[in-house]
């Protein structure tokens, strides 16, 4: 079966550009996250969806980043006005409900990584 | 919060001998504790986890991690390395009832 997937996997922009990143979870994972690797360090947590609840937010770094999700599929990580601090991969990660979710196994897509010139 | 520390950015090892990757939690509760690990160029895949039971957890491709109270700590272990084990290792804690808090990762190298 497919695993998570996003695209693209690469994108450069230039700073002040607005950016759009998606993520395909797999089929029946009704949990999602966004994380955010900047060189040299850990996983930032960003923000998580599950089901139709309202999305957990409290990791968006600025009101510049935003994310949406439509019902348990394809979600989007937008980043307006990119600045270079900006520039990481940006891991998205899908996991099942409940006790998968529970034992910390998410399943993550190989990550697109954004270059603001 | 919980939280984990890597105190090594890299680790070396010359193929065959023992690998160890060293990790270490701050909790209050019970801590549930996990390993990842990042080859390049692709996303992160779940290693092993402990959440209750026996202090020493299996998990893929022959790794395994102890868990030890007194210590705090929760190493990754695996007894003779492969090359391609090569890749960037993260430990984890659950900070809520989904959330992952991740250390910053330790790259293992091992050489033939």
């Known amino acids: 079966g497919a695993g998570v997937s996003q695209s693209p996997s690469n994108k450069v922009t230039e700073k002040g550009k607005d950016v759009e990143l998606r993520c395909d979870p797999i089929?029946?994972?009704?949990?999602l996250y966004w994380y955010r690797q900047r060189l040299g360090q850990g996983l930032e947590f960003l923000i998580y969806?599950?089901?139709?609840?309202?999305?957990?937010k409290s990791g968006l770094p600025s009101d510049r980043f935003s994310a949406e999700r439509t019902g348990e599929s394809v979600s989007t990580l937008t980043i307006q006005r990119t600045q270079q601090e900006d520039s990481a991969v940006y891991l998205c990660?899908?996991?099942?409900?409940?006790?998968?979710?529970?034992?910390?196994?998410?399943?993550f897509g190989p990550g697109t990584r954004l270059t603001v010139t | 919060a919980q939280s984990v520390a890597q105190p090594e950015d890299q680790v070396n090892v010359a193929e065959g001998n023992p690998l160890t990757v060293k990790c270490t939690y701050s909790?209050?509760?019970?801590?549930?504790l996990f390993w990842y690990v990042q080859y390049p160029n692709r996303g992160l895949q779940f290693l092993l986890k402990?959440?209750?039971?026996?202090?020493l957890v299996k998990g893929s491709y022959g790794f395994e991690a102890e868990f030890n109270k007194s210590q705090t700590s929760f190493h990754l272990k695996k007894p003779s390395a492969l090359v391609s084990d090569s890749a960037l290792y993260f430990c984890?804690?659950?900070?809520?009832?989904?959330?992952?808090?991740f250390g910053a990762g330790t790259t293992v190298t091992v050489r033939a």
């Open positions: 969806f599950q089901g139709n609840s309202a999305p957990d």
């Open positions: 402990y959440i209750t039971g026996d202090n």
């Open positions: 089929s029946g994972h009704t949990a």
């Open positions: 909790v209050s509760g019970n801590p549930y």
């Open positions: 984890a804690v659950r900070d809520t009832d989904y959330k992952l808090s």
């Open positions: 990660a899908s996991s099942l409900r409940g006790a998968q979710a529970l034992r910390g196994e998410q399943y």
